[in-house]
């Protein structure tokens, strides 16, 4: 696990080849290392995810396996249904929801906080869990302060109607 140490792809390449280590998630969005990747390994010998999912469609593209990204717990069907979509060929309307999901993922790209209350104020009432500190993030992190609070409300809120529109996945 390396947080912030962009590695190249000749180092996973070269990491890939330990036999407990089966995958990369890539938080640098660099499409050109998931092709490289995936040219050199199948997905069960090394698998390649992004790292969030304002490139997922990229990161398919280039052979990639999927995306972990914090806004799967804010947005779960979003998510899903951009990977669905690409995966039955459907790319305008995957590239539609990408630019959707992507404008949302900015506020994810602000750290944890963000993440955290994005999930306490979107997802936790839809689980029944109303307590926004249920939701803050373990220390030393601080929870997102008020102005934050509602800049990630107005750069998400556009994907509420999308996720509510969409079918729970069965």
């Known amino acids: 696990m390396c947080n912030g140490i962009d590695m190249n792809s000749d180092t996973l390449s070269e990491l890939a080849q330990h036999p407990n280590i089966v995958g990369v998630k890539l938080t640098c969005g660099n499409a050109g290392k998931v092709t490289r990747l995936t040219q050199e390994y199948t997905h069960e010998q090394f698998a390649v995810y992004a790292g969030s999912s304002d490139w997922l469609i990229p990161c398919l593209a280039g052979g ?99 996720e509510q529109s969409l079918p729970d996945a069965v």
């Open 64 to 162: 990639g396996g999927g995306c972990v990204t914090g806004i799967a717990n804010v947005f779960p069907k979003c998510v899903a249904q951009l990977y669905s979509l690409w995966n039955q060929g459907k790319t305008k309307e995957a590239k539609e929801l990408q630019g959707l999901v992507a404008q949302a993922e900015k506020a994810c790209k602000e750290g944890i906080a963000a993440t955290k209350f994005a999930t306490a104020h979107f997802a936790g009432p839809m689980a029944g869990i109303t307590d926004l500190k249920a939701f803050w993030p373990r220390k030393p992190y601080a929870p997102c302060g008020e102005e934050k609070s509602a800049w990630v409300v107005k750069v998400m809120q556009h994907l509420v109607e999308v």
